[in-house]
T-cell receptor, first 113, second 118 residues
Framework: LAKTTQPISMDSYEGQEVNITCSHN???????ITWYQQFPSQGPRFIIQ???TKVTNEVASLFIPADRKSSTLSLPRVSLSDTAVYYC??????????????FGTGTLLAVQP | NAGVTQTPKFRILKIGQSMTLQCTQD?????MYWYRQDPGMGLKLIYY???????DKGEVPNGYNVSRSTTEDFPLRLELAAPSQTSVYFC?????????????????FGPGTRLTVL
């Protein structure tokens, strides 16, 4: 599975748009990019997944450039409740035969009032 | 649906004691997983199961055992607790069909069990 690199932490204020970038230089042709969110004292929760260009859902947008060596998770108008750790994962859409996920250390997003 | 439930929420063990962490899911998922998360770190896979009766090792299986006798339950057993096993343990499940037309098989996580070994 491709290794990912993310900033350890980011700060923001309520109402701002937050962009978290993930580097994955060794991404394979069949790999998808998936983001999970983890609140303190809870298990991770799936946010969004994409392969190329742009994906948007009710929570976030995911931007993937043509070379796919990086991706950016965009959170519009964050609130205090968006304070969490965000994990970028790269791997086969179906995780291979076992759907295994490889978590890095993630990015701690701290939203201030 | 309750989703993925884990018991207990907290536990303190003495070195050398044993215990079983329980995990149950009511979503009829065929895949189940156990992760541990040390402070400030990401999750590491301990064991996983692709169906009842089938289990396999993940990244950090030493000191743990699992069984999967039913689709719903996937208990994790610690036989001789050590301080290095102090961690938060998460159970997760997902559903995968055999065809590639299925949507992404997102993993659903339980609330975790915080274990301290003294």
């Amino acid at each position: 599975l491709a290794k990912t690199t993310q900033p350890i932490s980011m700060d923001s204020y309520e109402g701002q748009e937050v962009n978290i970038t993930c580097s994955h230089n060794n991404i394979a042709t069949n790999d998808y990019i998936t983001w999970y969110q983890q609140f303190p004292s809870q298990g991770p929760r799936f946010i969004i997944q994409g392969y190329k260009t742009k994906v948007t859902n009710e929570v976030a947008s995911l931007f993937i450039p043509a070379d796919r060596k990086s991706s950016t998770l965009s959170l519009p108008r964050v609130s205090l409740s968006d304070t969490a750790v965000y994990y970028c994962l790269v791997g086969a859409r179906y995780g291979g035969a076992t759907n295994k996920l490889i978590f890095g250390t993630g990015t701690l997003l701290a939203v201030q009032p | 649906n309750a989703g993925v439930t884990q018991t207990p929420k907290f536990r303190i063990l003495k070195i050398g004691q044993s215990m079983t962490l329980q995990c149950t899911q009511d979503m009829n998922h065929n895949y189940m997983y156990w992760y541990r998360q040390d402070p400030g770190m990401g999750l590491k896979l301990i064991y996983y199961s692709v169906g009842a009766g089938i289990t396999d090792k993940g990244e950090v299986p030493n000191g743990y055992n699992v069984s999967r006798s039913t689709t719903e339950d996937f208990p994790l057993r610690l036989e001789l607790a050590a301080p290095s096993q102090t961690s938060v343990y998460f159970c997760a499940s997902s559903y995968r069909t055999s065809g590639r037309s299925s949507s992404y098989n997102e993993q659903f996580f339980g609330p975790g069990t915080r274990l301290t070994v003294l």
